[in-house]
């Protein structure tokens, strides 16, 4: 039965904030995976990992993406400094409150110097217990030679493979179930991806029908529960919104960047959309969307494939050198993906003390604003709890676009389908 | 009329605010280091009417033999940032790249080198610096490092950048697939990159030399801050450390000076430490090591010598210090291998200190302490450096309950003068002198070796059981 748009979202809304993993750990109680063995939980910190992997091997992948401003943390601050970012102390906040009892392995991909630390603090939490989850620092190349950076690669995803079936005391799955269980995994991430993309494109021509907020939620929501499912409601979903729902606002149309690690609060996200903006882009759940396209399915070497993905086709990001991608710098990429989404302006919206999002701000803002795209930028904390001033803030912006933009005409705001079918009137 | 031996070269000032008339008798390896650094900056400063190529390039995980083999001149951008700040001229560069965009939370060695180019590249001996012929991004243990040439490859557009990924020693262990994945990127990226620029051929030979000459003065680096040891110690080993240990961080090491410099340096410190004399501070000899302190973490550039004083005139020594070990760790046995140099220089790369995970600086730190006879445990975290800061508050609790020792934690800066608080890091200075006073008088020095408390992980806690379990087992 198809759920209702209220329900679908409302589900979502409880799941992604479940900082307790409720539907993680009730679906690691289910039976044994046919060709796998029996279910395991793998947490991983953000941005990406290779989730394929994990579920291939009949793990469920979650995203522990902090705690947001759900969640006191008392022991965390305890372990940082003020002039530390807040996600890891979320993180050490829900370790040490038993929140992640129950998960086999925790995975922390390179991407910055505090994430990296804080591996080895787990290391340290956990001390020698042999009963302890497999903790992996998952060095993502920087190198995207396929012979180099792709070997290291391959590498250390099978450094992962055997620290979890070692701790799982499995023996490893018979090659050809692998291949095609790996496979299946593939194709089932590729039309999640893909899921995804159709939605982003909906709401970049009709953002009134689910709002950022919303979009969060049910984004949020799948990195804590089993890709099959979130596929169907994200199937749910786009039915839904191929409807009209909802009236069109006088807004404007940004992306959001720097906000790919540390979430910002939802009172932030609602704070811009009610600032007078349309959020049609962000990277505030950018590893879902880390593969640019489809890794390639039904292939002999589906290993091989997940690591060409990552070589060829990474999105970019402030995790990643800049080389890295073939088709453009950064600034280039950003641009182009304004340009896609027909937005009207950037917001740059950053975690404190984000090194990485941080460093490539001024050179992004100064890319863009010399491509005659509109920029505004501010720093939050994930549990950051005013917004007054962010609201005015991104009011004027929004106002100084939607009132004083010199050349009215080339704003790309009012979607063309929208001008096509003239819903409008 | 006093006589005593010259503070570092930095510190002359000090030496000429000393109340008493002094004659100041320089060491020999002080003018032999002043003679190197002078002539790789006249080396500099003359790069582009001599045609000798410039590599920018960092600290932790540099490779200095490298460079050295292709004739080229390195550029240390850390160097640059952190000689502006003992020239207490870092803050205004800070503020004009604070102005151009970049955030007050992010790394001022970042920001201190960009407002250097905004300034038209002057260096902190007042001279223009070269633009870069490379940008060696030799990417070790700080991923800042990885964003700080990202900025720099838009202020020199055109420049090539040779990227160096060093693999994070996460699992303590550093594996064959590891020392692989960096000699082919050496191969295949680096060496390439260093041929074109410099329009030389790579000689393995010529790299081999350099390397034999690398392992002499690593040798003779391990001896001299093995004198530590001793009580008293002859040598201050955090703040007359960072002065030593210059040479090999500033594209010495594989030189023959350096070796000449570092024996000449071991002799110094061993005469010392064979008359049994304790270290020499900006104001003299210090009268009596009363407090020996192992350190983690950099100094404060900005107040050097106030922050320095704030020790001395408590009769604290640092036996032991990490931040010594940023461009290398010698004293756990790894020397530069002349016979497999891609290999060796990749194990180098790995091993230095911001690139080892925490539980091995636990380890190494607690390992310092009782070889080195520590008193107290000091950890000054530094706002701008997440590799060395993020966790360090867990280091510093675990050493506490393996070893019962004093402990203690300051916070300042590198390079940003707004961050030093004089007042609250004298304060808790006083209180953890105190506090190992008190030891002292109670039951001499600590008994090394012990273990009075469990550490988080001997009590083998686990993220598997709920905080109440586990403390229902402890």
Known sequence: MQRTFEALISECEHLAFDLQFSHAKAWKKG?????????????????????????????????IMGTGDRMQIIKGDAYYQSYICHLPRGVVELALSGALADFDAFIFPSICDVVRNLSGMFQIFQGDDPAGAFIKYLDLPQNFAPGVGGTYYRQEIQSVIDGIQKRRSSSPIQEAVWVERLNESI????????????????????????????????????LAMPVEEHNNILYELEAVLLEERGRPLDNIRVVISGAFCEQPPIGLIKTIEMAGCYIVDDDFMLGSRWIEGDVAEGTSDPLGAVVDAYLQHSTFS?????AAPASGSKVERLTALVQRRKADGVIFAAPS???????????????????????IGFQYSENTGQFKVIKEEVGAFSDSIKLWDSEPDTRMWLPTVLEESNVIA | MSKIVAPPPFLKSAAKAAAKPIEVVKERSMLLQKQMLGDLFHDLTTAKDTGRKVVYTFVPGNLSELILAFDMLPVYPEINALQWGMRKKSGSLIRDAEKYGYSEDVCTYVKCDVGMFLNGNIGPTGEKLPPPDLLLLSYTGCFTFLKWFENLQKLYPGVPTAMLHTPYAADGVITEDMVKYMVRQLEEDVIPK????????????????????????????????????????????????????????????????????????YLEVAERAAQGRPPVTPEGELEEERFRLVVEGPPNWTHFREFWKLFYDMGAVVVASSYTKVGGYFDGGFRHDPDNPLESLARYCMGCYTNISLPERVNMLEKFITDYKADGFLINSIKSCNSFSAGQLLIMRELEQ?????????????????????????NRLDSFFQMMDQRKQVGGRHQFGQRPHDSASSQKRSLLLPVLQQEAMV
Not at chain 1, 210 to 220: D, G, I, N, P, T
């Open chain 1, 318 to 322: 402030a995790s990643l050198y800049e």
């Open chain 2, 402 to 426: 393996r070893l019962g020792v004093p402990v203690s934690f300051i916070e300042s800066d590198l390079v940003d003068p707004r961050y030093f608080s004089y007042a609250n890091i004298k």
């Open chain 1, 31 to 63: 039976p044994s995976i046919v060709g796998a063995g029996d279910r395991f939980l793998a947490g991983y910190l953000p941005i990406y990992i290779p989730r394929e992997i994990i579920h291939a091997m009949g793990g469920l992948p979650v995203g």
């Open chain 1, 353 to 375: 003390f984000c090194d990485p999002a941080l460093l490539d701000r001024p050179e992004l803002q100064l890319g863009l604003e010399r491509a005659g795209i509109r920029t």
């Open chain 1, 187 to 222: 194709r089932l991430y590729n039309e999640n991806r893909t899921r995804i993309e159709r939605i982003a494109t909906l709401r970049q021509e009709f953002p009134w029908r689910l709002s950022a907020v919303e979009w969060y939620h049910v984004l949020r929501a799948g």
């Open chain 2, 194 to 265: 260093m041929e074109m620029v410099s329009g030389k051929k790579f000689n393995p030979e010529k790299l081999s030399k350099h390397l034999e000459y690398a392992v002499e003065s690593e040798d003779w680096i391990v001896k001299m801050f093995d004198l530590t040891k001793q009580v008293p110690s002859p040598i201050d080993a955090y703040f007359a450390g960072v002065y030593y240990i210059g040479p090999i961080n500033a594209g010495f090491r594989g030189a023959e000076s350096a070796v000449e410099y570092y024996h000449q340096l």
